[in-house]
Structures are given as structure tokens and as C-alpha cells.
């Protein structure tokens, strides 16, 4: 069983950033695979990046050159650094655990936290 805890969201104007972290549970992180997804009000949940357990990463072209997703095994954390925000970045932050790392695609995987909200002012 894993445990995923999102922090960091918050109100920021458009232009900022802003980092957020999610801390795993769990003694077998370093081999997850982990994501971060998104939503929107009226929206459906969709991706914005992952990375693999050795570190390579894949982003949503709408994010791509902006978001910078990268982990610390050390302390069981995966972390968004979000720059360049625009408003339509606002969204409930989910962050994803144990997923399918692929070269071109990431598989969500069975573990969610329970989000973090961030708002881009514009």
C-alpha cells in the first residue's frame, strides 16, 4: 500500500511559479514509476507529466518547456516545478503513484492523492 501527499498549490499571478511535492509512503518508491495529472472544473482529469523510475521524464505538450517534473528518492518525494503559469493551469493538482512508465505514454497507476489546487490569476 502506498500513500501519496500532495503540497504546494496555491494562488499565483499568471507568469509565476510555483513547486509542488508529493511524499510516498512506502519502502519500494525509488521503483515507482510516479505522475501528476490535473482537473478542471467541467473537465475531465487528463496528464501533465511523469517520470520513471530512473528518472526519464514525459510531459503534456501544454506544458512542455514549462513544467519540470523530477524526484528525490531519498526522501520519497516527486516534485512539479511549474513556471511560466497561465490561467488555463488552473486545476485541482493530482499526484499519481506506481503507474507504466512508457517511452511515449504513461499508464496511470492505482495510487492517488488526494489534491492540491492550484489557481493562476490572470
Known amino acids: 500500500q502506498v500513500q501519496l501527499v500532495e503540497s504546494g498549490g496555491g494562488l499565483v499571478q499568471a507568469g509565476g511559479s510555483l513547486r509542488l511535492s508529493c511524499a510516498a509512503s512506502?519502502?519500494?518508491?525509488?521503483?515507482?514509476?510516479m505522475g501528476w495529472f490535473r482537473q478542471a472544473p467541467g473537465r475531465d482529469r487528463e496528464f501533465v507529466a511523469a517520470?520513471?523510475?530512473?528518472?526519464?521524464?514525459l510531459y503534456a505538450d501544454s506544458v512542455k518547456g514549462r513544467f519540470t517534473i523530477s524526484r528525490d528518492n531519498a526522501k520519497n518525494t516527486v516534485y512539479l516545478q511549474m513556471g511560466s503559469l497561465k490561467s488555463e493551469d488552473t486545476a485541482v493538482y493530482y499526484c499519481?503513484?506506481?503507474?507504466?512508465?512508457?517511452?511515449?505514454?504513461?499508464?496511470?497507476?492505482?495510487?492517488w492523492g488526494q489534491g492540491t489546487q492550484v489557481t493562476v490569476s490572470s
Open positions: 499519481n503513484g506506481d503507474g507504466e512508465y512508457r517511452s511515449t505514454s504513461y499508464l496511470q497507476g492505482n495510487y
Open positions: 512506502g519502502r519500494t518508491f525509488s521503483r515507482y514509476a
Open positions: 517520470i520513471s523510475w530512473n528518472s526519464f521524464a
